[in-house]
């Protein structure tokens, strides 16, 4: 049973992110009294082929490798082990960080304030320009890293280790939408996930607009904004800690109507 007394008795939070991504989010809610509601964008799929093997090799014979993000990190590992990569690896902020000190990687660097490829572009490891970087990506994503790179003159090395694949919203998760009542907060940590339920909801966006949303950068709170939600606030990174408390210190106060 739900105590009354905990910070989120009685709210609902809509996370939009795969469902195997959600383990860490649900203790979290739970721990803080809420109920988790899952409406995936997206389905994250492996690239487990000789392709993609040599193209992991190749990237983490760099002296530097971003992971793109914690799913980079734990596909990749499966490919191939990483805590021998000896040279440097880049993460775009904490929680990647933290997915490849779990996998023994023992030098990782993130950028403290601007977390996206601007922030990471600045990191020390890649100033000055190394001959070359590998990257562990899924397909899409991340052009200015690329781009900047090479007029740089650095040779990118990039693995794509796993996939995005569009989810359809099932009449269970149409009716979780439907069926909300205050309050509820959705949780904002991807814009290719947060534009495809938005265009799968024509009927009930105006219910989804109602929600608190909480935005894992500046990014996907301009983002909200332009799709019409009104109360937004921002969280220092996608993180489930971060996300929570988030809500907890800043979106609850807003009260919910």
């Not at 959600?22 to 899952?38: D, I, S």
């Not at 000190?101 to 000055?128: C, H, Q, Y």
């Not at 996939?163 to 907060?185: D, I, N």
Request: glycine share 8%; aromatic share 6%; proline share 8%.
């Amino acid at each position: 049973m739900i105590e009354p007394s905990l910070p989120l008795s009685g709210w609902a939070v809509i996370s939009l992110r795969d469902a195997r991504q959600n383990t860490a989010l649900r203790r979290a809610v739970r721990r803080a009294g809420g109920t988790l509601l899952a409406v995936p964008g997206f389905r994250l799929r492996a690239i487990d082929d000789a392709r993609a093997r040599a193209d992991l090799a190749a990237a983490l014979a760099a002296p530097v490798c971003l992971f793109v993000s914690p799913a980079a990190v734990r596909y990749a590992a499966r490919l191939q082990p990483l805590a021998d990569y000896p040279g440097m690896a880049l993460a775009p902020g904490p929680g990647t960080a933290s997915a490849l000190r779990r996998a023994g990687v023992t030098r990782v660097d993130w950028p403290r304030r601007e977390l996206r490829s601007e922030g990471i572009l600045a990191l020390p490891a890649l100033n000055p320009p190394p001959a070359c970087v590998g990257q562990v990506a899924a397909p899409g994503g991340r052009e200015l890293f690329g781009r900047v790179l090479g007029e740089r003159g650095v040779r990118l090395f990039r693995a794509e280790v796993y996939r995005r694949e569009p989810c359809v919203l099932t009449a269970r998760q149409r009716q979780t939408v439907q069926a909300l009542r205050g309050p509820y907060a959705l949780l904002l940590s991807s814009l290719e996930a947060f534009e495809q339920v938005l265009g799968q909801l024509a009927d009930d966006i105006a219910r989804l607009r109602a929600a608190v949303v909480v935005a894992a950068s500046a990014r996907l709170a301009d983002a909200a904004a332009a799709h019409g939600f009104g109360r937004i606030v921002t969280a220092p990174s996608a993180r489930p800690a971060a996300l929570i408390t988030t809500l907890i210190t800043h979106a609850k106060p807003m009260g919910f109507r």
